[in-house]
């Protein structure tokens, strides 16, 4: 009998048991190498995209002709609450989490607000202006046929670079938000399968957040895209700012969990979404030149833009009422500057130099970058201490829009805060007003406050508007801006005027009795005549008697003072601060070089005598035709001790005192007549007694101001600006990569970019 050899049971478990182990030393390490070796592949991908995603919105930022103003607050419907939002916030769809931050599968999608997560840029302008006179499109440079592809003008850019009709927008969205389910048009949720955060993971393709770009243009053929927005009933676009624009809430169908219909109003916005996507809805007709050219800048898998927040070690999602706290991870920041010392422009131009000009301050005031948003502007007075009880002046923005405050430092812990200060100009009210807004925005702020009662607040008033695209500060106003705007026939330039009246020489006119003074009664008042008064009243006078116009007293058309008015009197409206002797009033407003013009009758004998022209500016004695005017206040005669005294400059005139009134008084020689030499707004004309004005009305028109220059030792007002500035923008941008392996977590790579519109006109 042949016997046979075998292992045994025991031995075949040994060596199968001695074989696994084996295989799990040698595989398991395999298996983790090439874990390993994924997972730094996807950190060096994740760093080069990152790099060249944010190297390229750098790029395009710079040479843009300029970034679109996204700080303004809009309210949207968010998890159907209407809610207060940046224009840069972008609400992205997520499931919805349980309270204790587990995936809640099947349950309600939800919104998120995440703020700077788009900007909008303005591509400079190319080629010609206008769309083929066919109407079937742009001509193409290169061709030189037209081709209705074209969203916008193709060609050289025009210099200076100017915004184009063609806009760039950089944001966040699904990869592919909108779906077809049975024909119909479906929102398409959400899926990350990797990570287990929001949902369990799966095995289904992932439908992260990804990195849009869409060129596109806003406006076709002079009115909104009606492709991209929805338009009200007079044309205007109801979500070119909707932070939902790119996404759609769906409905969830509880049998399978996902959304299957869209209500009508979903399904246009659906359109609307492809449309930015550069598609056409499924039995749609649209003008390819009406969608957007899309193209998504990072990865179209793996690549999620969005964090959802949660704790490391329990890994629950940390959220309020199930909504997840979820993080952008592309932002575009404007960046902050802080007490930029504005520099004020020239006040005094070559040729129009002004007695006392060291006194007067510029009007206007850059700082460094333009494109504002946010801002705060300071205005300090030359007076100020920090250590004083002295007040100063901060522009903020309001609920309304933006106003002037007068800041007491002793009694306002943040001179930004809305309860702090008391308002004294309504910005907002300036720039809406339908005629005079200087006085609109004066009515406005003290119809609040009360303010122009306080005498303390009206010295310290310093109006200002600003033009925050070119970073300007502007503290002048026309004189034109002033007026009563409760009178309905009050309109037009509202100019302020007087009368020459009747060309009679001092020796044919001796008894005339005219007032000194166009105030109150500016009908009664002629330049002629009171000078033909003061030549008869006051011989001592004959050798300086001036015909002169005093614009201080000078009423509007519409009977409204200007804020050069020397006191309060007569429900005027006057802005005077006390001189270094405490003895008269100074005046704290003073006229704009090169602002002013005077229009009268020609005083040249010809054709053209009596008829209206523009005098010129002399800074001497002025002849025929000409006008000499003081922009600001002069100095004051002044007797050996210092102290005003009027005796000094007009000895033996019978009835002057050595100080005016402290009030203007229109029937006094010395405050109506001799006083206003001195002051801002005093306008001298031809004093030849032989050669009297003709008979004809002046005008006068000039912008003013309230800043002051310095003073003796003491320095002229300062003014600082903080704000966020588009022209220099920061992109914060992460990107997350999840690898092609088991490895629960994504690689991440953070960089940031400083952008700078270098094409920015201002």
């Known amino acids: 009998m042949m016997r046979r050899l075998a292992f045994t049971l025991i031995e075949l478990l040994t060596v199968i048991a001695i074989t696994a182990v084996l295989l799990t030393l040698i595989i398991v390490p395999v298996f983790q190498s090439f874990n390993l070796t994924r997972t730094a592949q996807a950190f060096a991908e994740a760093q080069e995209r990152a790099r060249t995603v944010s190297e390229r919105i750098a790029r395009e930022i710079g040479n843009s002709a300029g970034v679109r103003d996204l700080s303004g607050i809009e309210t949207w ?153 929805a338009l009200d009933a007079n044309g205007r676009p109801m979500d070119l700012d909707n932070p939902a624009f790119f996404s759609l809430v769906p409905g969830v169908d509880t049998a399978s969990g996902t959304d299957l219909t869209l209500t009508a109003e979903g399904t246009r916005k659906a359109q609307r979404i492809l449309h930015w996507m550069g598609q056409s809805a499924p039995g749609e007709s649209v003008s390819v030149r009406s969608l957007g050219n899309a193209t998504i800048v990072t990865e179209v898998s793996r690549y999620d833009m969005i964090q959802p927040l949660y704790d490391l070690r329990s890994r629950q999602v940390k959220n309020t009422n199930g909504v997840p706290n979820v993080l952008s991870l592309l932002q575009f920041r404007p960046t902050r500057v802080d007490n930029d010392n504005a520099t004020p422009q020239t006040a005094v131009r ?128 026309g004189i034109s801006e002033v007026g009563d705007i409760a009178n309905a026939a009050s309109t037009g330039s509202n100019l302020p005027y007087v009368r020459s009246g009747i060309p009679s020489p001092p020796g044919d006119d001796p008894a005339s009795a005219a007032p000194f003074s166009p105030y109150p009664d500016r009908d009664a008042f002629t330049i002629n005549q009171v000078f033909n008064r003061v030549w008869n009243q006051y011989p001592e006078l004959q050798g300086t008697v001036e015909r002169f116009i005093d614009t201080r007293v000078v009423a509007n058309a519409d009977g409204v003072y200007s804020p050069l008015f020397p006191n309060f009197i007569g429900g005027a409206t006057g802005f005077t601060t006390a001189n270094p002797t405490n003895q008269t009033r100074a005046s704290r407003v003073a006229i704009v070089p090169g602002s002013d013009e005077v229009f009268g009758p020609d005083q040249l004998s010809g054709p053209n005598y009596g008829n209206r022209i523009r005098y010129t500016r002399v800074n001497g004695r002025p002849g025929p035709n000409q006008y000499r005017i003081n922009l600001t206040d002069l100095p004051e005669p002044t007797n050996d001790a210092g102290q005003v005294d009027y005796q000094v400059a007009f000895p033996g005139v019978a009835g002057v005192p050595p100080v005016p009134p402290s009030t203007y008084d229109p029937n006094s020689l010395i405050s109506a007549v001799l006083q206003p030499r001195f002051r801002a707004g005093y306008i001298q004309l031809n004093s030849d007694p032989n050669t009297p004005l003709p008979d004809g009305p002046f005008e006068i028109s000039y912008r003013f101001q309230f800043v002051g220059g310095r003073k003796g030792n003491q320095p002229g007002d300062r003014l600082a600006v903080d704000y966020d500035t588009r022209q220099l923008i920061s992109v914060l941008l992460t990107i997350r990569n999840y690898p092609q392996s088991s490895a629960p977590n994504p690689q991440s790579v953070t960089l940031k970019a400083t952008a700078t519109v270098r094409n920015y006109v201002r």
């Open 77 to 229: 419907p968010i998890n159907g609450v209407n809610t207060s939002v940046a224009r840069h916030t972008l609400a992205v769809t997520v499931p919805s989490v349980t309270a204790n931050g587990t995936p809640n599968d099947g349950g309600p999608i939800v919104q998120v607000a995440l703020p700077y997560s788009k900007i909008d840029m303005y591509l400079p302008a190319e080629g010609e202006e206008t769309i083929d006179g066919t109407g079937n499109g742009y001509r193409n440079p290169v061709t030189g046929k037209i081709d209705p592809t074209l969203r916008a003008p193709r060609g050289a850019v025009r210099l200076p670079a100017a915004p184009g009709q063609l806009w760039v927008r950089y944001f966040i969205g699904l990869r592919e938000p909108v779906r077809v389910v049975n024909g119909q048009l479906a929102a398409n949720p959400y899926r990350d399968p990797y990570t287990g955060l929001l949902q369990t993971r799966g095995s289904e393709r992932d439908n992260l957040y990804v990195i849009w770009r869409v060129e596109y243009a806003p406006r076709q053929a002079g009115a909104w895209n009606a492709s991209l927005f």
């Open 350 to 477: 070559l040729g129009e130099e002004t007695q006392n000009a060291g006194t007067l301050a510029a009007d206007v005031y850059t700082t460094r970058f333009g494109m504002w948003s946010n801002a705060v502007v300071r205005i300090w007075p030359g007076s100020y201490s920090p250590n004083g009880a002295n007040e100063y002046l901060v522009g903020r923005p309001t609920p309304n829009g933006f106003s002037i405050f007068a800041i007491d430092p002793d009694n306002a812990a943040n001179d930004e805060e809305m309860r702090e200060g008391v308002e004294l100009f309504d910005m907002a009210a300036y720039e809406s007003a339908p005629k005079y807004p200087f006085s609109a925005a004066v009515i406005s702020a003290n119809s609040r406050s009360g303010w122009t009662s306080d005498a303390r607040l009206r010295e310290l008033f310093v109006p200002f508007f600003t033009n925050p695209g070119r970073g300007r500060v502007i503290a002048s106003f």
